[in-house]
C-alpha cells in the first residue's frame, strides 16, 4: 500500500475511533442505532425494527436503552416531544459527523480486507484443514 494510501487511511481510522470514543462494548449498539436515526426520528420500539430490518440484529431492551443514554449524554442524539408515552429521539449534527467519520472509518478497513482476501485466495482455506 503506497505510502499516501496509509496515512489517508490511519487518519479515517483516528476519526472514526474518536467518533464513537468510550463507547466501548456499545460501539456496535452505537452504530446501529445512530444507522437507524439518520432515516428519521424513532422511538426505541421502532428503532429495534428498524435495526432488525437493516442489520438483522435485535438489541435487547438493556442494551438498546443504555446505547440511547450514553449517545443522548454525548450529544449525539435528542430526545423529541411526544404527545404519549413514547419516547422518540432524533440525530443531532454531531451526531451525524461522528457517524460518518465511524462509517468511513470501518469502510476504510472492510475495502482493505477485501482487496487482501481477492489478492491471496487461498486465504479462504485458512483454519480449514
Do not use: C
Request: glycine share 10%; charged share 25%.
Amino acid at each position: 500500500m503506497p505510502d499516501d494510501e496509509k496515512a489517508r487511511l490511519t487518519a479515517r481510522q483516528k476519526a472514526g475511533e474518536q467518533a464513537l470514543a468510550g463507547f466501548g462494548r456499545y460501539a456496535g449498539p452505537a452504530t446501529l442505532i445512530l444507522s437507524s436515526l439518520a432515516g428519521g426520528v424513532r422511538h426505541g420500539y421502532a428503532l429495534t425494527k428498524d435495526i432488525e430490518a437493516f442489520a438483522g440484529v435485535r438489541l435487547a431492551p438493556g442494551t438498546l436503552y443504555e446505547a440511547l443514554a450514553r449517545l443522548d449524554a454525548q450529544g449525539l442524539i435528542e430526545a423529541v416531544e411526544s404527545d404519549d408515552r413514547r419516547r422518540p429521539y432524533r440525530l443531532t449534527a454531531a451526531g451525524a459527523t461522528a457517524l460518518r467519520a465511524h462509517l468511513e472509518a470501518q469502510r476504510a478497513t472492510a475495502d482493505i480486507g477485501l482487496r487482501r482476501l481477492a489478492a491471496n485466495p487461498e486465504a479462504a482455506s485458512w483454519g480449514t484443514r
